[in-house]
């Protein structure tokens, strides 16, 4: 269908028969949820650390369902070494992460976050400060270019939050950012749409809408890393609409959940998942 169903997968969890029943029978498509980040893979500078995350990649693998990489580059879950630097050398550092990360990886990643969560919240529409920011406005380019060199082969995304309705000021501005992109030969080839939805922040009504826009950009769209706090009809209303939304998208190729069972979820009191513990 070139549509898949993914769900975030921990590495501690893999001897839990139950957890591993249900990913191996209700998902195509998988995720670590923090075995592939900046300070999981280079916890020290140029000493990569890859055991968590292949055994990840090697369940998976094994049972036939493709990966999606998280994340390459991100202001959060930096290594301690990386926290505190700047200029040109945290530049080169980043970029180096990005090219052995996704060297070591070749081949195997259907798609990359790339970057992750660049833009900032509120009414502005910009970027978010961070120390990745502070070394150019064109540091998500540079790292776009050195993945593509890296891997060819992958899909290359940027991902984000609170960029699901379509009139929010930072939903447009990543979307001009993908405008650019696509207008200047930066290579991406999708935008990921954490969807973390809760009360305060209900699932727009606008969502198709959003989706097929971005779509129109010349990009896949994919739902990454899905999550509803509620219960019962309203919370079940919700994953259908999003359900819809991405299904009306001819581009839009796949849903990732955050997690299988309530219990699992980073938010396991808002028991925002498919499964109950
Ligand atoms: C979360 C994980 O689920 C937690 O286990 C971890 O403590 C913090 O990160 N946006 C992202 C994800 O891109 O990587 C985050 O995952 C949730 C928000």
């Known amino acids: 269908s070139g549509r898949y169903f993914g769900t975030a997968v921990a590495a501690s969890k893999l001897g839990d028969s139950t957890y591993v029943g249900i990913l191996n029978r209700e998902f195509d498509m998988v995720t670590a949820e923090n075995e592939m980040k900046m300070d999981a893979t280079e916890p020290n500078q140029n000493q990569f650390s890859y055991g968590n995350a ?11 369902k493709r ?11 930096q290594p301690g070494w990386m926290q505190n630097m700047s ?8 970029l180096n992460h990005v090219t052995q990360v996704a060297t070591y990886y ?4 259907y ?8 833009y900032a919240d509120g009414s502005g529409g910009g970027r978010r400060d961070s120390n990745l920011q502070r070394t150019g406005n064109d540091w998500i380019e540079a790292a776009f270019r050195a993945a593509r060199t890296a891997d060819p082969g992958a899909k290359l995304c940027y991902n984000d939050y609170n960029t699901d309705n379509w009139s929010h000021a930072k939903t ?10 696509k207008a200047r030969g930066v290579p991406i080839d999708c935008v990921g749409f954490q969807a973390h939805f809760n009360s ?24 990454t890393e899905l999550d509803i706090e509620g219960s019962g009809s309203s ?32 938010r396991a009191s808002g028991t925002p998942l498919l499964f109950d513990g």
Not at 87 to 94: C, D, E, F, K
Not at 111 to 118: L, R, T
Not at 239 to 254: E, F
Request: charged fraction near 15%.
């Open 54 to 64: 292949d055994r990840i990649v090697n369940q998976a693998r094994g049972q036939g």
């Open 67 to 77: 990966i999606r990489g998280h994340a390459l580059a991100w202001h959060s879950q």
């Open 87 to 94: 200029g040109t050398a945290l530049r080169n550092a980043m």
């Open 106 to 109: 070749r081949g195997k990643i």
């Open 111 to 118: 798609a990359w976050d790339v970057v992750n969560e660049a």
């Open 172 to 181: 447009q501005g990543v979307y001009r950012m993908v405008q650019d992109f």
């Open 200 to 223: 305060g922040n209900p699932v727009p009504s606008n969502y198709h809408t959003t989706l097929q826009n971005f779509a129109n950009l010349g990009v896949d769209v994919q739902i």
């Open 235 to 266: 919370q079940a209303q919700q994953y259908q609409g999003v359900v819809q939304a991405c299904l009306a998208v001819t581009r839009c190729t796949g849903i990732t959940v955050w997690g299988i069972r309530d219990t699992d979820s980073w």
